[in-house]
Every structure is written in structure tokens, then in C-alpha cells.
């Protein structure tokens, strides 16, 4: 039995446990999420979603394979156990290619699925929910679930073909609004109906029998829904478990499944602990780690101003102000409003736009500067206090040191400790 299917199967027995899954390829999010996992003694769920990385590279450039090879070095790197990683894909279908006939975008997905099986990948989001150029908005229920199937056919095939049996476990199903936060401003969400929930189990498991997959039902073991959590620029939107109370006795009535939960960025220690109570014990994280990895840089480069000369300083936020402006695609049509607006929202929406620009090299070089900078002169502890105060009590009580790089990794822990002591998982 898969480890995932254990940690499902204790949640359905009443035990209050879960798993988070880090959605993030850069390296700073995994190396803080090893070292927690590390720290915990827990399973690590790291996954790759299908804009970061896929057989054409995605926008990080790495191809399944890579991708794997670089959480594996850096597992590697802090000593931990490759027997507790488990690698994920996430919205595997045409996501990336909506833009061009269905035909061709699940040519695609056929390739992106081989791919990440291949590669070792053992949770596969199945995510057809997407209209491409020549498909009716929405799609069915039915199209969707067809679409799915197609891919698991795939998947089994490709996991017997490379490594002789499958143990590929499915979630299926998405979460509305799009991936990794709304583009426009929320006031309040509409709970995933318990009728629309089953509709999309049924659906899928009818066309899992037609596609000849039947077999891998019972490793089906999430279902995406919207559970009323979300956030968007500069609010979130909480889980309130009244709302979601009926939605939650979906999973009572199927043996295998619970609810994976998407967007829970940003939420409360109690609502997180509540989401894993409501049978939402899948949590998915991503952008809240590059925001708290962003907000540990900016305050680092604000200490830099204080004590570096000006012509010595890394000018690390005026840089990535202007590479964002210089390129606008990845964040043109999320951020709406004045100029003002837009540029505040380049540095400080939650939703994090900026995390598809650190990859860039003369983001990079100055991050360099930064860390050289800080490194020579050394932090001050006053400084410290004033602008990272978490970490300041951290250094004090000797648990962090007070390099750059070691602020930065424990900003990120910090989310990630939420998430972990909701989870109350380990690897028994």
C-alpha cells in the first residue's frame, strides 16, 4: 500500500491527520520544506505543477526528469531520507496549451503524463477541466471525466511499461477560481455543492471503466473541490466549516477518498487544523512560500540600505521592479487598476506573481550582492529586531543562525510549521 493511501486512511478512521503538499520549484521553498519535513520526522509532498515543469521545460526550464533529480540533490544535500519524498504532478492535462485545438492540447497531455510517470512521479493530478481553443465553455462533467481516464490509461501504462506494476495513486476533480490565487477581488465563495461532488466522482469513475482503467479506481484517492477557501491580491477568504459541513460527508460514502484542497495559502493555524478535521486532508501550498521567502528578501534588502554605502548597495527591489516591468507577461493580466496600484501589486500581492521572475539573472546576481553584502558587514541584532523579528527570536535562542540564507529558510518554515502541526502527520 502506498504511503499516501495510508495517510488517506487514518484521516477516514477519525484520526485528525493529513499531509501538506508544497507546490514550488524554487530552491530556497524545497530546501525549507526538507528541513522541516527533517525536523518533524515526516513524509515531504513536493509537487511540480504543469506551468513550472513539463516535457518542454515549463517556465522553470526543467522537464520532469530534472525536476526530480534537482529535490533529489537537494534532499541529498540536508541527509534527507528519499524513502519519505514523495513527488506529485499537479493539473496534469492541456492546461498549458488552451490556446490550440483539443485534439492537439491532449496529444500534448498524453506526452506531460508519460513524461512525469516516467520520471518517478507517484501522485498525478488528473485536471481536464480546462477549455481549449475549440471546446464550449464549460466543459461537461462527462468530457472532463472522458478526458481524465484517457490520461490515467496512459499513466497505468507508462508506470507498468518502466517499472512493472503501477502504484500511481489519482486525484481528480479542480478547484475553482483558476490555480494559485484569484485574479480579481473576492468578497465570498460558493462551497462545492455535495450533489456537484458526487456528479464528478461518478462521472469519473464511469469513464475509468470505459477507458479500460477500472482497476486503478481504488487509488483514486483525492478529489479536488472548493472547500471556500481562497485569497486574491490583498484578502483571504477563511474556511468556515459550517459552510463546507455537508460537503464534507461527501467522502463517508466512498472507501478511498478524501478532499485535496487547493488556494489554502494564507488561512489560520485553526482553519488549517479544521480543513484536516473536514476530511480536506490534502492541503496544497505555494504562493504564501515564495510570499514569506519575498518578504524575508525585502526586509534583508532594507537592512542592506542601512548599512552598506548606496553605491555598494545590491538595489535588489529596484531591480526586480524593473525586470518585472520589462517583461509585464506574467503579471500584465492579474494586476488591473492605476499605476500605483499595479506597482504595489508587483511587490505585494498575495498572489505572488513574482515568483515566476526569480529565475532571472540579473535578479539572481543581485540576490548575490545582497547575501555577500550581509554576509561581510553581519546582521546587527537591533536590525534584526526591527525588520525580522520572528527570526531575531529565533537567532536569540540559538535555532537559527543569523546568515541571510538561514533568515530566509526559516521565513518560509514559518508557513510551513502552520501546515505541519495541522497535519499531525508522520511516516507510521
Known amino acids: 500500500m502506498s504511503i499516501l493511501k495510508k495517510v488517506v486512511q487514518r484521516n477516514k478512521a477519525g484520526e485528525k491527520n493529513g499531509i501538506y503538499s508544497v507546490c514550488s520549484a524554487h530552491p530556497f521553498v524545497i530546501e525549507a520544506a526538507l528541513n522541516q519535513a527533517l525536523n518533524d520526522q515526516s513524509l515531504l509532498l513536493i509537487e511540480a505543477t504543469s506551468n513550472q515543469v513539463d516535457q518542454f521545460g515549463g517556465y522553470t526550464g526543467m522537464k520532469p526528469a530534472d525536476f526530480k533529480e534537482f529535490v533529489l540533490d537537494l ?254 507577461d506574467y503579471w500584465e493580466k492579474y494586476y488591473q487598476g492605476t499605476e500605483s496600484q499595479q506597482r504595489f501589486s508587483r511587490s505585494y500581492s498575495f498572489s505572488d506573481r513574482i515568483r515566476y521572475y526569480w529565475p532571472e539573472k540579473s535578479i539572481q546576481h543581485a540576490q548575490d550582492k545582497l547575501f555577500t553584502n550581509l554576509s561581510r558587514t553581519g546582521i546587527s541584532l537591533p536590525l534584526l529586531s526591527q525588520y525580522l523579528p520572528v527570526q531575531f527570536k529565533a537567532v536569540r535562542e540559538g535555532t537559527v543562525n543569523a546568515d541571510p540564507k538561514s533568515l530566509v529558510l526559516d521565513s518560509i518554515q514559518e508557513v510551513l510549521r502552520s501546515y505541519a502541526s495541522a497535519c499531525q502527520q508522520s511516516k507510521g
Open 75 to 328: 534532499a541529498k544535500k540536508v541527509k534527507f531520507p528519499a524513502e519519505n519524498l514523495i513527488l506529485g504532478g499537479d493539473h496534469l492535462g492541456p492546461n498549458r496549451w488552451q490556446n490550440i485545438a483539443s485534439d492537439e492540447a491532449m496529444n500534448n497531455a498524453d506526452d506531460l503524463i508519460e513524461a512525469y510517470v516516467q520520471a518517478g512521479f507517484t501522485k498525478i493530478h488528473l485536471d481536464c477541466s480546462m477549455s481549449c481553443a475549440d471546446d464550449p465553455v464549460p466543459l461537461s462533467d462527462e468530457i472532463v471525466a472522458q478526458r481524465a481516464a484517457r490520461l490515467a490509461n496512459i499513466a497505468e501504462k507508462t508506470a507498468i511499461k518502466a517499472f512493472g506494476s503501477s502504484e500511481l495513486v489519482y486525484v481528480i476533480g479542480t478547484e475553482v477560481p483558476v490555480p494559485g490565487g484569484a485574479a480579481e477581488e473576492l468578497e465570498e465563495l460558493e462551497v462545492t455543492s455535495p450533489e456537484a461532488a458526487h456528479k464528478t466522482i461518478n462521472c469519473h469513475k464511469q469513464a475509468f471503466e470505459k477507458a479500460g482503467v477500472a482497476a486503478c479506481w481504488p487509488r483514486v484517492i483525492g478529489l479536488v473541490v472548493q472547500p471556500g477557501v481562497e485569497f486574491d491580491h490583498t484578502g483571504i477568504i477563511d474556511f468556515q466549516p459550517e459552510k463546507a459541513k455537508k460537503l464534507s460527508e461527501v467522502v463517508n460514502d466512498y472507501d478511498n477518498l478524501v478532499f485535496e484542497a487547493h488556494s489554502t495559502d494564507y488561512q489560520t493555524d485553526n482553519t488549517y487544523k479544521a480543513l484536516v478535521a473536514g476530511h480536506f486532508a490534502i492541503l496544497k501550498v505555494g504562493p504564501a512560500l515564495t510570499f514569506a521567502m519575498r518578504e524575508a528578501l525585502y526586509s534583508l534588502a532594507d537592512i542592506e540600505e542601512q548599512i552598506v554605502t548606496k553605491a555598494h548597495c545590491s538595489n535588489f527591489k529596484n531591480i526586480i521592479e524593473e525586470v518585472m516591468c520589462e517583461n509585464p
